[in-house]
């Protein structure tokens, strides 16, 4: 039999023999440990005898069979924070869960305390790891679990594998774990770990050489992101010397960190804040997590000398500009701008074209809001269709009642029921003792807005049909069928009969959904369109920025008008955006549009982000894959500015990107936008 085996398999048989052989003395150093005789030190690591001390000193259960687990409110805010260290790691995870199927092992990654952020893997094991919570939410420090490779990681600042039996507590020997830390590229600090596991029977050695690559790969990913991140901030501040030559500039980064700063800036922040300072050195930190100054090195800081940078609605740094003049310029309020994800713009008068197709699409719209029917609102990325939405909502019967957003592409498909149905008490490890409720709850009497409904996985789909045809829901874990009075109105930029026709959507639900359907056009097919969104946006987008509104020139109006527009009204709104921010003397011209747009689709010699012999490098997909690729462009390789593009959620672009093997193109390609060569610094 063994004679059959590949060389491969016969190194896994003997490095699991060797762990087990291992295992037996480890284990039985472990009960003299804790029972307090003699240890016998031989067999077991010094790094895990000094954990397993540690463990004792911090009374640590020794019965612990499951990691503690945090609420899943408390989880999404964590994510948030943590989206620079998700966002570089997504293209490693979507790999490892190509990779790691089968094998029985899964790949999490944690924040810098240990709790997980994310999983993927092989299905069995992930959902085994989900009983003693290596999952979502799951905190693994050592005085909550124990000896175990993602806590020692973090307590030794080092990569560490622990194997079974070396593991503090009993309920978690069965596994084997190994764990490497993600450093930050800036000050080195350890901000997450990345953590391999398996159950004892499938582990290897080699868990801890692929743990301590792919950790690398997320730190070489970080240190692009913050390339890409000081390059803005960069261009912030040169865009602002040119306005005010006289003032010094320090750029700080998302984390309250000094990127760069002018030579003027030391001794001028020195003399205006009337202090003695320390030396300001890149990578000092500046801001605390809440964008705070630190008085402890720059005291009576004025708060409106920081100028906040914006990228998909979050802050990433800030320009801090220490006025050149005696008295400080008072920065003005930023009044509230609306846009098309208002809650406050329900109504179909802000709704703005003049195009037979989209008064046609209004007029149907205002057809079917009265009546307490379903909608599936169909249109590509960009196009609006969710301000369409807020609008059948806004002249609905039940107008006065919530309107709830969901994004059935944004979340797990571990978690989607949860959210959706809400859960019972005690309904898996780590739910709420008391259960929640889901979506459709939080939506009774109102509407229920469910987004990218193409994402929503076959085996939940027949419970969204029971409860367009009875009204009924039950929560996850519990049997009481909860009575519920919800409009679904549901998005989606997919072609749902393709759907059907490949097995993926059920077709009593496409036919129950699409009774009431209405098709938002694209922009390129709204005739006259143009010229009035970009007069709407033009001031408002100013406003918010502080500025004039822009006039493009009669070449830059005839490029936008030639241009395709794959992103929509979405994207028109970014370019107005763009032209604004780099507009000299109120006008906009050809220097101030994206290159696709200013030199046309043909001419740009951007390389198409594919993999080599791809062929999805011709486009295979069609249109879907093409707006990609243009996006992808665009945003210069940036993930996050690519699905603001597109009108999708990041974890859906990922998806997208895995489907039709495209890979991120380097954001270095940023630095050639501004006649600057990509190794130039």
């Known amino acids: 039999m063994t004679d059959h085996l590949s060389m491969d398999e016969r190194k896994l048989r003997t490095t699991f023999q060797v762990l087990d052989a291992r295992d037996f003395e480890v284990s039985k150093a472990w009960e003299h440990f804790v029972s307090g005789s003699t240890l016998d030190r031989s067999p077991v690591r010094e790094v895990v005898i000094k954990s397993w001390q540690r463990c004792r000193h911090s009374k640590v259960n020794l019965a612990v069979d499951v990691a503690p687990q945090l609420d899943s409110d408390i989880l999404g805010s964590l994510r948030r924070k943590n989206r620079e260290l998700l966002q570089a790691a997504a293209p490693t995870l979507s790999e490892a869960a190509d990779v790691l199927a089968g094998t029985n092992s899964l790949m999490l990654i944690t924040d810098p305390k ?107 990913a970080l240190m692009r992101q913050t390339e890409a991140q000081q390059l803005r901030l960069m261009e912030m501040g040169l865009e602002h010397s040119q306005r005010h030559s006289g003032d010094g500039l320090i750029a700080i980064d998302a984390k309250g960190r000094i990127a760069y700063m002018s030579r003027l800036a030391q001794r001028m922040l020195g003399e205006r804040i009337d202090s003695a300072l320390p030396e300001l050195k890149r990578g000092m930190r500046l801001l605390d997590s809440s964008g705070r100054p630190m008085r402890e090195l720059v005291p009576d800081l004025p708060r409106d000398w920081l100028r906040p940078l914006l990228a998909d609605g979050d802050v990433t740094g800030h320009l801090l ?173 997919r072609d749902l009969r393709a759907e059907v026709a490949a097995g993926r959507f059920r077709l009593d639900l496409y036919h129950r959904l699409s009774v009431t359907a209405i ?112 996006a992808m462009r665009v945003a210069g390789g940036n993930l996050s500015a690519a699905a603001a593009i597109l009108g999708i959620s990041r974890s859906t672009l990922y998806r997208k990107m895995n489907h039709y093997g495209l890979k991120r193109s380097n954001p270095f390609d940023l630095l050639s936008r501004f006649g600057m060569p990509a190794g130039e610094s």
């Not at 822009?550 to 395709?564: C, G, H, I, N, P």
Request: proline share 6%; glycine share 10%.
């Open 114 to 220: 240990g709790i997980v952020l994310d999983s993927v893997g092989d299905r069995k094991a992930v959902h085994a790891g989900m009983d003693i919570a290596l999952s979502q939410g799951g905190q693994w420090q050592e005085g909550n679990a124990g000896t175990n490779g993602i806590g020692t990681a973090l307590a030794i600042g080092q990569a560490v594998m622990v194997h079974a039996g070396e593991h503090y507590c009993e309920g978690i020997k069965g596994w084997s774990c190994a764990g490497a830390p993600i450093h930050d590229p800036v000050d080195g600090s350890i901000i997450g770990i990345l953590d391999i596991s398996a159950k004892k029977q499938e582990s290897s050695t080699q868990m801890l050489a692929l743990a301590v690559v792919a950790a690398s790969q997320i730190e070489q």
């Open 321 to 493: 500009v220490i006025p050149a003049r005696s008295v400080a310029r008072p920065v003005p309020a930023t009044r509230a701008v609306a846009d098309e994800a208002d809650p406050a713009r329900s109504q179909f008068d802000s709704i703005v074209g003049v195009s037979d197709g989209i008064r046609h699409t209004i007029a149907q719209a205002k057809q079917i809001a009265a009546l307490n029917v379903p909608v599936l609102i169909e249109g590509e990325t960009g196009v609006g269709k969710e301000l369409f939405a807020r609008a059948i909502h806004g002249q609905s019967a039940v107008a006065r009642g919530p309107f709830v957003p969901f994004n059935c592409g944004a979340v797990s498909r571990e978690m989607l029921a949860s959210e959706l149905f809400g859960y019972a008490k005690g309904a898996f490890t780590g739910a709420n003792t008391e259960g929640r409720i889901g979506r459709f709850e939080q939506a009774d009497g109102g509407t229920l807005c469910l987004d990218e409904i193409g994402e929503l996985q076959l085996e939940l789909q027949p419970y969204l049909l029971r409860v367009l045809e009875e009204g009924v829901i039950y929560r996850v874990g519990d049997n009481v069928p909860r009575r519920v009075n919800v409009r679904i109105l549901a998005m989606t930029n």
């Open 519 to 630: 098709e938002v056009p694209p922009l390129r097919q709204r005739t006259g369109d143009l010229e009035c969104l970009i007069d709407y946006f033009n001031p408002r987008v100013a406003d918010r920025h502080d500025r004039e509104p822009v006039r493009f020139t009669a070449e830059a109006m005839a490029r936008l008008k030639a241009y395709s527009w794959p992103g929509n009204v979405r994207e028109l709104r970014n370019v107005v955006e763009r032209g604004i921010l780099f507009a000299q003397d109120g006008i906009a011209d050809l220097a101030c549009l994206p290159r696709e747009i200013a030199f046309g689709e043909q001419a740009v010699e951007l390389p198409i982000p594919v993999y080599p012999n791809d062929p999805a490098s011709q486009d295979a997909g069609g249109p879907e894959q093409a707006a990609i690729n243009r």
